[in-house]
Nanobody, 113 residues
Framework: VQLQASGGGLVQAGGSLRLSCAVSGDIFSMYVMSWYRQPPGKERELVAL???????SYGDSVKGRFTISRDNGVNMVYLQMNNLKPEDTAVYYC????????WGQGTQVTVSS
């Protein structure tokens, strides 16, 4: 199983970005998918999670600004990030779980003030 994240970049505060994560394999619908981020010099933290049935949960710092979604038909998970703040600057990782954890490579998001 491979996870390929994309969509990061440089954006001004208040702007938006959409991250995408493509997942190989034929049982994507069974995966609990999530996005994590690691700000410079800090621990990796959970940003958002979407369950098999589509239920979602978010870290407190992103509630109301970020939306996680999934498309089981094309094995993709997305993170729509609105009203970005400089403190959202981090490397963002997608993570999948089905019997074990799978990580994608990170994608850099930089928010300038």
């Amino acid at each position: 199983v491979q996870l390929q994240a994309s969509g990061g970049g440089l954006v001004q505060a208040g702007g938006s970005l959409r991250l995408s994560c493509a997942v190989s394999g034929d049982i994507f619908s069974m995966y609990v998918m999530s996005w994590y981020r690691q700000p410079p010099g800090k621990e990796r933290e959970l940003v958002a999670l979407i369950g098999v049935g589509g239920s979602t949960s978010y870290g407190d710092s992103v509630k109301g600004r970020f939306t996680i979604s999934r498309d089981n038909g094309v094995n993709m998970v997305y993170l729509q990030m609105n009203n970005l703040k400089p403190e959202d600057t981090a490397v963002y990782y997608c993570r999948g779980y089905y019997t074990r954890v799978y990580w994608g490579q990170g994608t850099q998001v930089t928010v300038s003030s």
